[in-house]
């Protein structure tokens, strides 16, 4: 673990971009008679990198064979400054059989997806988020929706959780980054007709770790989402910074550097959407290796990197994992 001085403020955007369906959570099309805040169109200054991006990228072999898996570690929000892609990356795909992916959000039909957050994200019509959350917070609320171009009239009988993701996706859709210029989406829309597409996760099991909170883990989700909203955007440049350079000791600061050992919230929060996931993804990689299809596994790079990510792990059990 990376131990902090207090829980950093800036752990809930983190936390929130690194779900593949945090950025499809937080749609403002929940209610379709909701206004579409203003959308800001990418900068000339947007932020670029001066050489070629680097992310990082590793080969694995089982102890007793050459099948090989490769694992690559994605943000699920980017820019043009993520492409393209270093040629090792792309022989990896081409050398591939399967895409392995977190969530293949392409495959779920609006409809269902909304019905499902309507379901699971929103109160009763006779429950309103304020009586939920207290006059303070519901205030903080009012007060950044307004910020973002939302009338409050939008949270009404939203649960505090998708309050949050909806909140944080204003402020993604607000920068320069953009969902669609992940590169997850990016390597889902190329092998469309031309790999077998495999997601590792359900929208279901993405839901549940936000819809499992109970009310007070919520409204403490929701608080300190408000209280880091403005640094989204701070934190979005630095993550794209070393994903996009392969600075792995960067990553591990400011993706799980943010989960303080001494917080019992943050460290369950780890434990579901870390080290569980985590073991279950190795599960998926074991089992690729026992096929001879060579598999390319795109992930989100916390998955991937740190004690209890997948490339420490495999080591740890045996498995030859190599740096390309």
Do not use: C
Request: no cysteine; glycine share 6%.
């Amino acid at each position: 673990m990376y131990p902090t001085p207090g829980l950093e403020r800036w752990l809930w955007s983190a936390l929130l971009l690194l779900l593949s369906l945090s950025t499809w959570a937080g749609s403002p099309d929940l209610e379709s008679d909701s206004p579409a805040p203003p959308v800001k169109e990418p900068s000339p200054s947007s932020p670029t990198s001066a050489s070629p991006p680097e992310p990082l990228l590793w080969r694995v072999h089982a102890p007793d064979s050459e099948h090989v898996v490769y694992l690559f570690g994605s943000l699920h929000f980017g820019d043009d400054s993520f492409f393209p892609l270093p040629d090792k990356v792309l022989e990896a795909y081409r050398a591939s059989e399967v895409l392995a992916v977190e969530l293949d959000l392409t495959q779920t039909d609006t409809e269902t997806l909304r019905a499902t957050l309507a379901r699971t994200g929103r109160y009763p019509s006779h429950v309103q988020i304020a009586e939920r959350i207290g006059p303070e917070l519901w205030e903080q609320l009012t007060q950044a929706s307004q910020r973002l171009g939302l009338e409050k009239e939008f949270f009404v009988h939203v649960r505090p959780w998708l309050a949050a993701l909806q909140l944080v996706n204003m402020q993604v859709i607000r920068s320069d980054y953009l969902a669609g210029q992940g590169v997850d989406r990016y390597f889902l829309d190329m092998a469309k007709g031309e790999k077998r597409i495999e997601p590792l996760e359900t929208v279901d099991q993405q839901l549940r770790l936000f819809a499992g909170m109970d009310e007070v883990e919520q409204r403490a989700f929701l608080a300190h989402t408000l209280n880091d909203l403005e640094a989204t955007g701070p934190q979005l440049r630095r993550m794209a910074r070393a994903w996009r350079e392969g600075r792995r000791e960067d990553l591990e600061a400011v993706i799980l550097g943010a989960f303080a050992a001494d917080d019992p919230f943050t460290q369950e929060l780890y434990r579901k959407i870390f080290k569980t996931r985590n073991d279950s993804m190795m599960e998926a990689v074991k089992g690729y290796l026992k096929t001879r299809q060579p598999v390319f596994f795109v992930v989100g790079i916390g998955h991937l990197i740190g004690p209890d990510g997948l490339v420490d792990g495999l080591r740890h059990g045996g498995y030859r994992v190599e740096r390309l």
